[in-house]
């Protein structure tokens, strides 16, 4: 039974150390909707096995002829062994099947896997400054051999490799987002607050 | 006498046919603080006379050596004569001088204006996507010789020329706000109102 029908799926994306997957945490807890992280996504997967049939897209309205041409894809993509890519596979899978009601999806380039499979979802971006960003960072992670500003543009490299790499789209466009926040100019809380009080307004619609 | 101190200056920048310029009006009265737009910045600026008197820089603050320095760059800037660059140095004294108290202020590079003179302000982006826009637009301004999609492309592009030619800077990166909303996603009275609770959330700090 689903007590919150009214409410959207939701997905953010955020910059590293701009605090986005705790605000995001927040704001399911506080719309008492499931919160999935990549973790979860992954230990979901793993736990369903990494087999081509839990990847494979079986969906009823898949006709015979598109299921021919997934399976064939499957067993002969190029990289399809890559464990990357597998695990992607696996991943979306699982965003896909949670996404069949109201949640919170952080990271894994949901918006980007909802869009395409057709998925209603609301997009939000959180981000801060650098200079927010690196407090966090060292707040949260504690300092390290490498400097705060190259672990900054370390992380953002890797994150923008990989959401090109799977959606062969540039990261950070706006127009890909409903709301774009920064969190450090609200704190946190407030930060969730507003989310929250946004989702509450596009589900009184 | 100022009744709302604890309001920030707000910028509002925002897309052709996002609605933009009507939701930060109703923000502002929903404030109760003044609205500037580009035809009352333009009116302060042409009551107040296109002078080298008007437009230079005379704060109090200002050294003799840097009231110089202005002088001289007043007199002999290349393209000073260019009427819109005398246009935009008076708009901008006006929003200057707007910016002492809290109020709404539509385009005219506002954000980039108030961030370089070092007043702190609530930078917002409101955007939509083009088939909202051009609905906006179409219902707006009504059908003319030019398709609707042409008539989008072509003032995107004078406003992010405009953007560049005096701020120097690309236009639509969204880390240069605080808030960027998609209007076509919530409709505009909802985005008056969530932008209205965002600025009391931060009032209340």
Not at 3 to 28: K, M
Not at 47 to 57: L, V
Request: with cysteine; hydrophobic share 40%.
């Amino acid at each position: 039974m689903n007590h919150h029908p009214q409410y959207p799926v939701i997905t953010i994306s955020r910059e590293f150390g701009s605090g986005g997957h705790s605000i995001a945490q927040q704001l399911a807890q506080l719309l008492e909707i499931p919160f999935y992280d990549e973790n979860i996504i992954t230990q979901v997967a793993k736990a369903s096995g990494y087999t081509k049939e839990f990847i494979a897209e079986t969906g009823e309205s898949m006709s015979k002829a598109k299921r021919l041409v997934n399976d064939f894809l499957l067993s002969n993509a190029p990289g399809f062994d890559n464990p990357q890519d597998v695990i992607f596979a696996a991943q979306k899978k699982v965003i896909l099947a949670a996404a069949q009601s109201p949640c919170v999806i952080v990271g894994r380039c949901g918006d980007y896997i909802l869009k395409q499979a057709g998925i209603a979802a609301c997009h939000v971006l959180i981000y801060a400054d650098d200079q927010q960003r690196a407090a966090y960072i060292e707040k949260k992670y504690g300092q390290t051999d490498v400097p705060i500003e190259k672990r900054l543009r370390d992380k953002d490299k890797q994150r923008k490799t990989y959401y090109q790499h799977y959606t062969g789209q540039a990261w950070g466009n706006y127009r890909n987002y409903h709301l774009c926040l920064d969190s450090g100019y609200l704190g946190a809380q407030r930060a969730a607050q507003l989310l929250f009080a946004f989702i509450k307004t596009l589900a009184n619609a």
